[in-house]
C-alpha cells in the first residue's frame, strides 16, 4: 500500500522517453504480467511501442497510474489488457461491476486525451499441469467469458477497438490451449506468436478510426 498503482515502477524510464515526433505512431501496451512479460521490441521490431505491464496489478492500480504511464507518453493508441487478477482478487475482492467500471474509466480518460483505445479480452486459463493450479483455481472460466462478454459488447457501442485474444486461445473445452502456456496462464513464445499479428491489425484498426 505504500505505493499501490507502483507509481514508481516506470517513473524513470518516462522521464527518459522523448516526447513523440509527430508521425511516430507511439502505442503503449497497457497491462499486467502478460504484458510485461512481453518483449515488445523483440515481437514487433522497428515499431514505437511501449511496454508499461506490471505483473500482479489488477484495474484498480492501472487505473491510479494511467496519466502518468499512458496520457503523459503522448501516444496514439493503448492497448488494455486487464482483468485476470481482478478475477483472481489480487488487490481484494471485487464485483464484475467494478471490473467494468475501471476498464471503462480508462478507455474513456484515453478517448478524452484523443489516443485511440483498443481493449484486450481476458485470455483464458487451464490446469494441465501442476504450475497451473494455482492460477485455475482463483480464475473461474465462467467469469472470464462473462467480462468477455462485457468488453465486446462496451467496445461495439462506444466505437473501441475489441481484441478478442480468448478466442483465438481457448479450446474445445473453454480452456486454454495447452500448447500457448507452460503454466496455465502465462503465454510462451507460441501464445505471443499468436497474439502478434491480432495485436498489429487491431492497432491498425484502432488508428484508422482515429
Known amino acids: 500500500m505504500n505505493d499501490f498503482g507502483e507509481l514508481g515502477r516506470y517513473r524513470e524510464a518516462n522521464r527518459?522517453?522523448?516526447a513523440p515526433a509527430a508521425n511516430e505512431g507511439r502505442v503503449v501496451f497497457f497491462g499486467d504480467s502478460i504484458t510485461d512479460g512481453w518483449k515488445i521490441a523483440q515481437w514487433f521490431p522497428g515499431k514505437p511501442y511501449v511496454n508499461r505491464?506490471?505483473?500482479g496489478q489488477t484495474t484498480s492500480q492501472m487505473l491510479v497510474r494511467f496519466r502518468q504511464d499512458v496520457l503523459d507518453l503522448h501516444p496514439k493508441a493503448v492497448v488494455i489488457l486487464?482483468?485476470?487478477n481482478d478475477i483472481?482478487?489480487?488487490t481484494g475482492p471485487i464485483t464484475l461491476d467494478d471490473i467494468e467500471a475501471n476498464l471503462a474509466s480508462m478507455a474513456q480518460l484515453a478517448r478524452a486525451n484523443h489516443i485511440a483505445v483498443v481493449m484486450?479480452?481476458?485470455t483464458?486459463?487451464?490446469?494441465y499441469t501442476e504450475r497451473s493450479q494455482d492460477f485455475f483455481a482463483t480464475r473461474p472460466p465462467a467469469k472470464i467469458v462473462e467480462l468477455n462478454r462485457w468488453m465486446?459488447?462496451?467496445?461495439?457501442k462506444n466505437g473501441y477497438v475489441y481484441l478478442d485474444y480468448f478466442s483465438a486461445m481457448v479450446n474445445k473445452d473453454g480452456l486454454l490451449k495447452r500448447e500457448l502456456a507452460e503454466d496455465g496462464l502465462h503465454p510462451n513464445?507460441?501464445?505471443?506468436?499468436?497474439?502478434?499479428?491480432?495485436?498489429?491489425?487491431a492497432i491498425e484498426k484502432a488508428l484508422s478510426t482515429r
Not at 152 to 156: L, S, W
Open 152 to 156: 465486446k459488447d462496451y467496445c461495439a
Open 82 to 84: 486487464a482483468g485476470t
Open 120 to 122: 484486450s479480452s481476458v
Open 88 to 90: 483472481a482478487g489480487n
Open 124 to 127: 483464458p486459463v487451464n490446469d
Open 53 to 55: 505491464g506490471i505483473s
Open 16 to 18: 527518459a522517453l522523448a
Open 189 to 201: 513464445d507460441a501464445g505471443y506468436a499468436l497474439m502478434v499479428p491480432m495485436a498489429s491489425a
